[in-house]
């Protein structure tokens, strides 16, 4: 079993797995920085060589990079925070209470996994038309926040669960209410698994699609990956300025989440492993 | 962690006992109510109301150019799918789209939590590296993948070159043939880690003892995954096939920014179908309809997965 051939086949195998997971977040940055020239040459360059930073400026001030990726961090931030806002005391009633109707919630959060937002984006237009939503931020924060706030209810939930009711008790004993109990007690136990939470609404608002594409219309309200997307098929964009904006629309994302990985993979596998 | 720490003696609650001193505690019967009416309220205006005008408009002629002159026509949507051999073209793409991203995201995500599981350095390093497919957004994903895969310039050639294969050159989106593959090859590189994330966890919870025992009766490899492992991640695998399927019925943004359902159907899914109909055709009432046909097999998965997962229960009590 340890032998050092098994070993050597077993690294090589990791080896191959991590370059497999990494090559094309690698080669989109590679082709940001290539020059034109080299672009289309019969052997592709695995090193840019010479390195252009300057196709960066060059996106800066020929597209809307920089205002689509202050969009999608607006929209970002925003499904976060209502999320995580809305989640917090339902996932404490379903850890804590036994109610009628507990478990038709469950149901209502699971449910929600279903539904395509493909399918829900034309009723919404809809109603977002009636509530001056449409071609707002706003609205797409609310719209990705009712396919965010059932995952982060159930992630919460099961940090809940593990709280021990003796620590409720001693606050209680002090006169604190119920609501408070929830803020000032269970909040700060569970905090690990909401700043993991947090972190999964805010790549689910990042990263969405279909809403931002069919629920605003203006230019200077688009979303990074509405950006993105419009280059797709239009040939007039050099391609290596379509993967500068692909790494400035990325990068962050996976960084952030590097650093924050220990805590988004435990709430993670917390809400859907325990789920 | 914290269920050995609630398992001690002198914390120890048997359920009934802890729902009384949790009731006790409450006072007032309306606090659930209270505590979870903003969610349910939120959930029934964006996803309930919606759903239930989408269900309406699939009974419904409707234009999305005109949609006050919106009119009524039974099943006549339902009828006219089920009627035409595209439709059908559909669901054949759906279902095997969605079988093979079952089948190798799990397959794979087993594979890589496997070799990630049992120390050795830098395995921290290499679990953080494993997950990046997941958190980068699907449409920078779509977009890098539409220019490695390009047929004159995109190194996937190049490498099929390098190999002289007799294959190569091909422009694999533009191809019928090629395109699902491709899709297919796309999606399971971003959601794999997801599943190794996941099973990653779920072999923490392999018994060292009986993996130690089967080692010492001289078991091979594959006979303790058998006793040891598979047993203990199991009903891991079983929530990662509800998901994953779940998932890849509702899958949008990666398919639609790389070939918008083409070329000619060939990437075409339920959900690329609905959005197609409703955005380019402008016949709402028709997409609706086709969201209620996917809707339904996303239920009848589910159903059928909360079947099984009871009956394996059962099984399990009375052996």
């Known amino acids: ?275 | 962690m914290t269920d050995a720490a609630l398992r001690q003696p002198q914390l120890s609650r048997s359920p009934i006992a802890r729902s009384e001193r949790t009731a006790r505690l409450d006072g007032n019967p309306w606090t659930p109510y209270l505590f979870a009416a903003p969610v349910v309220l939120y959930l029934l205006l964006f996803q309930g109301y919606p759903l239930l005008r989408e269900l309406m408009l699939s009974f419904t002629q409707t234009s999305l150019l005109t949609p006050q002159t919106s009119h009524f026509v039974g099943m006549r949507n339902y009828a006219e799918l089920a009627a035409r051999p595209d439709f059908w073209r559909v669901i054949g793409v759906t279902a095997l789209y969605t079988a093979i991203c079952v089948v190798l995201a799990i397959a794979l995500g087993l594979g890589a939590a496997l070799l990630l599981d049992r120390p050795f350095r830098g395995r921290g390093i290499a679990r953080a590296l494993v997950t990046i497919p997941w958190a980068a957004p699907p449409v920078a994903v779509a977009t890098v993948f539409a220019w490695t895969l390009n047929a004159q310039y995109g190194i996937f050639n190049h490498w099929l070159k390098l190999l002289d294969l007799e294959i190569g050159y091909e422009s694999w989106l533009d191809n019928p043939r090629l395109a699902l593959p491709a899709i297919l090859f796309t999606t399971i590189w971003q959601i794999f880690p997801f599943s190794s994330v996941v099973l990653l966890a779920a072999l923490q919870g392999v018994s060292e003892e009986v993996r130690e025992a089967a080692q010492i009766d001289g078991a091979d490899k594959l006979s303790i995954f058998k006793v040891a492992v598979w047993p203990t991640i199991r009903p891991t695998v079983a929530l990662l096939v509800l998901f994953v399927t779940i998932w890849s019925l509702r899958r949008f943004d990666l398919i639609w920014v790389m070939t918008q359902g083409g070329p000619i159907g060939a990437t075409k899914t339920l959900v690329i179908e609905l959005y197609t109909r409703a955005f380019v055709a402008r016949e709402l009432g028709e997409a609706a309809a086709v969201g209620m046909v996917g809707l339904s097999i996303a239920l009848v998965v589910t159903v059928v997965y909360f079947w099984a997962t009871q009956r394996a229960e059962r099984a399990e009590g009375r052996s």
């Not at chain 1, 990494?22 to 920085?33: A, E, K, N, Q």
């Not at chain 1, 996106?59 to 990726?69: A, D, E, P, Y």
């Not at chain 1, 607006?74 to 209470?97: D, E, K, Q």
């Open chain 1, 1 to 275: 079993m340890r032998s050092p051939a098994s070993h050597a086949i077993r690294m090589a195998l990791i080896l191959i797995l991590l370059s497999v997971s990494v090559f094309p977040i690698y080669w989109m940055v590679v082709t940001s920085l290539t020059s034109s020239a080299n672009l289309f040459a019969d052997t592709p360059q695995l090193v840019p060589d010479p390195a252009q930073a300057f196709n960066y400026a060059d996106t800066f001030s020929h597209t809307g990079v920089l205002i689509w990726l202050r969009n999608s961090a607006i929209v970002a931030i925003g499904t976060m925070v209502l999320s995580i806002l809305l989640a917090i005391l339902p996932a404490y009633a379903l850890s804590r209470f036994r109610f009628r109707g507990k478990g038709a919630l469950g149901f209502l959060l699971f449910a929600t996994q279903m539904l395509p937002e493909a399918m829900l984006v034309v009723p919404l237009y809809a109603i977002f038309a009636n509530l001056a939503l449409l071609d707002t931020l706003g609205g797409l924060i609310l719209a990705n926040t009712a396919f965010t706030v059932p995952v982060i209810t159930w992630i919460l939930k099961g940090a809940i669960d593990g709280v021990p009711m003796e620590i409720e008790e001693a606050a209680r004993v002090d006169g604190c209410s119920r609501i408070g109990i929830v803020l000032q007690v269970v909040v700060p136990v569970v905090a690990p698994t909401l700043a993991a939470a947090s972190v999964i609404a805010f790549f689910h608002g990042w990263n969405e699609y279909v809403f931002a594409q069919t629920l605003v219309s203006s230019q200077y309200l688009r979303t990074a990956s509405v950006g993105l997307a419009s280059f797709v098929g239009e040939l007039s964009t050099p391609i290596h300025t379509v993967m500068a904006i692909g790494v400035m629309y990325t990068l962050p994302a996976v960084l952030f989440y590097l650093m924050v990985q220990r805590y988004v993979v435990a709430g993670m596998t917390a809400g859907s492993v325990k789920g």
